[in-house]
């Protein structure tokens, strides 16, 4: 699966930002999918994982309440949706995927992930 990450940008804090990315493949929906980020100097972070049928989702503690993540397998897409944003959401965010046999089953650690996108720059100014 090839998979194009797009949606960065630049926003104030308090602001939202939708990142999107695109599968290339048509058995997208066998995989299960998330977004990691890496801050400047700092290690590669789990953000947000979705299972393949959609109806399980996990996120770090950091993240929840503000950042949603959804799929939509009939156009090979999986969406991050971010809001009230601060400085430290900073990073570039990069989507991956993985391919699982049981629908409901969330991914969090990265070597679990196979393909991953070329990321988008998120920069929350304070």
């Known amino acids: 699966v090839q998979l194009q990450a797009s949606g960065g940008g630049l926003v104030q804090a308090g602001g939202s930002l939708r990142l999107s990315c695109a599968g290339s493949?048509?058995?997208?929906?066998?995989?299960?999918m998330a977004w990691f980020r890496r801050a400047p100097g700092k290690e590669r972070e789990f953000v947000a994982a979705i299972s393949r049928n959609g109806y399980n989702t996990q996120y770090t503690d950091s993240v929840k309440g503000r950042f949603t993540i959804s799929r939509n397998n009939a156009q090979n897409t999986v969406a991050l949706q971010m809001n009230s944003l601060r400085s430290e959401d900073t990073a570039v965010y990069y989507c991956?995927?993985?391919?699982?046999?049981?629908?409901?089953?969330?991914?969090?650690?990265?070597?679990?992930?196979?393909?991953w996108g070329q990321g988008t720059q998120v920069t929350v100014s304070s």
């Open positions: 991956a995927s993985a391919y699982v046999r049981r629908p409901e089953i969330v991914l969090v650690t990265p070597s679990e992930y196979e393909f």
């Open positions: 493949r048509r058995n997208f929906n066998q995989h299960t």
